[in-house]
């Protein structure tokens, strides 16, 4: 839709086809939502760990088939290689820069569509199981 509404800006006659209904698709689940305050990746240092570590438990949290684990081992080292604190903070950073433009843009391109009204800037709720989740996550 973006790209749509910045060809229109530049002239061009832009036609959108969907197999679904709007909101449907890719759009589905979305809401819109820029989560600014949510750049760390989910591959966070312990993350690795625990998901080696959580293969060996009899419920594990992630299955794979004995076929499977010559593709999946790979898959795990490279992981591994990239939940160290530093790729964390690039990530982050990387992230965090993205979405510093993310607003503007998307203020822009309501105001070529004229919908400037549908843009709700109310924040958002973080929920944490303890006090000292919620210490550690400052």
């Not at 530049?10 to 979305?30: C, M, N, R, Y």
């Not at 965090?96 to 709720?125: C, F, S």
Request: aromatic share 6%.
């Amino acid at each position: 839709m973006s790209t749509a509404l910045a060809l229109q800006a530049e002239g061009h006659t832009v036609t959108l086809f969907d197999s679904q209904k709007p909101g449907e698709g890719a759009s589905e689940g979305t809401n819109g939502l820029f989560a600014d305050y949510a750049v760390e990746p989910l591959a966070m240092p312990d993350f690795a760990r625990a998901t080696s570590l959580g293969m060996l438990q009899k419920d594990p949290p992630v299955h794979v088939r004995f076929a499977q684990l010559a593709t999946f081992l790979p898959w795990l080292r490279q992981l591994q290689a990239t939940c160290t604190p530093g790729h964390v903070e690039q990530i982050a950073d990387t992230r965090r820069t993205l979405m510093a433009h993310a607003a503007p843009a998307m203020e822009a391109l309501l105001k070529v569509a004229k919908a400037e009204g549908m843009l709700v800037q109310n924040g958002h709720i973080q929920v944490f199981s303890s006090e000292a989740a919620a210490r550690a996550y400052e």
